[in-house]
Each structure stands twice: as structure tokens, then as C-alpha cells.
């Protein structure tokens, strides 16, 4: 049982978590963690850690967002985070293409990308704020490029 508990608490953290950055920014850490501990969780700077990479949150002009669609506050969508993450495109040969993003969202954008299983991507590897995707062919690589410049995910 406590297994089942302890999932349980740390689902009702991170969507505490989640509902914290939608109303206001946070810049680090600790800020986060003072939050949370407002809110009645006992967490500490680890644990908020290890949710933030596992939420798949990044920073974004120095504050915590969710990788997802985003609304304003008529609920209207402005558009994927995703395409603010991605910061250029370029060829490098035929089959690969380097991606460059803000620092921090390079394995975010390469997993939401790995989600759409594009055909014409043989493989990707995420660093830090770069992503190699490996592509079929140079046709393959122009068909990406397109995609990347006009991705818009489902939510």
C-alpha cells in the first residue's frame, strides 16, 4: 500500500505543481519548493527536481513552463511551446538535420517529436539544446524541415 500512497501523493504534487507555474512564474527552485510547502506538501529541492524533469518542464526567458499548448486568458491556444523551444534549423549533409533549441529543451522537443513517429526519421539524439536527427534522405530531410516550421501538436 505504500507504494500506491506514495504514487498517489506525488501525482497530487505535480498537479499542484503543474497548476502553480500556470498562475504565476517561478525562476528557481526554491521558489517552487516555498510554494509547495504553502500548498501543505512536504517536498524538498530534489524531489521538485525529479518532478520537474519528469513533467518534462523547461525554463523559458527564465521561468518554469510546461512543454504543452498554452492558452491565454480567454482560452484561446497561441500556439505550440514547442515552436518557442525550437530556436533554428539547419542541414548538415543529406541525412541529418541539427535543431537547436533553448538551453534545457533539447530531450522535451525530442521526445514530443519522437511521439509523431515521422517516417522519415530514422533517429534522434537531445543534448543540452541541440538535437541530430538522422533522416532518410535529402527529400526526407526538406519534408522535416517543413514539419518543424509548422509543427503544431495536439495537446
Given amino acids: 500500500m505504500h507504494g500506491v500512497e506514495a504514487a498517489a501523493d506525488r501525482s497530487a504534487r505535480q498537479a499542484a505543481l503543474l497548476k502553480l507555474i500556470e498562475q504565476r ?3 528557481t527552485q526554491d521558489e517552487l519548493v ?3 510547502h504553502r500548498k501543505g506538501f512536504e517536498v524538498t529541492q530534489a524531489s521538485v527536481s525529479r518532478d520537474i524533469r519528469q513533467l518534462g518542464l523547461v525554463k523559458l526567458q527564465g521561468r518554469y513552463v510546461s512543454p ?3 492558452s491565454d486568458s480567454a482560452g484561446q491556444a497561441d500556439g505550440p511551446l514547442e515552436s518557442e523551444l525550437i530556436t ?9 538535420l541539427i535543431v537547436r533549441t533553448r538551453t534545457g529543451a533539447a530531450s522535451v522537443v525530442a521526445a514530443k517529436l519522437d511521439e509523431h513517429k515521422l517516417p522519415q526519421i530514422v533517429g534522434s539524439l537531445a543534448g543540452d539544446d541541440t538535437i541530430f536527427l538522422a533522416v532518410r534522405s535529402r527529400a526526407a530531410q526538406g519534408q522535416v524541415v517543413h514539419f518543424l516550421r509548422s509543427w503544431r501538436p495536439t495537446p
Fill in 25 to 27: 512564474q517561478f525562476g
Fill in 68 to 70: 504543452g499548448p498554452r
Fill in 34 to 36: 516555498d510554494a509547495l
Fill in 88 to 96: 533554428g534549423v539547419a542541414s548538415a549533409g543529406a541525412n541529418l
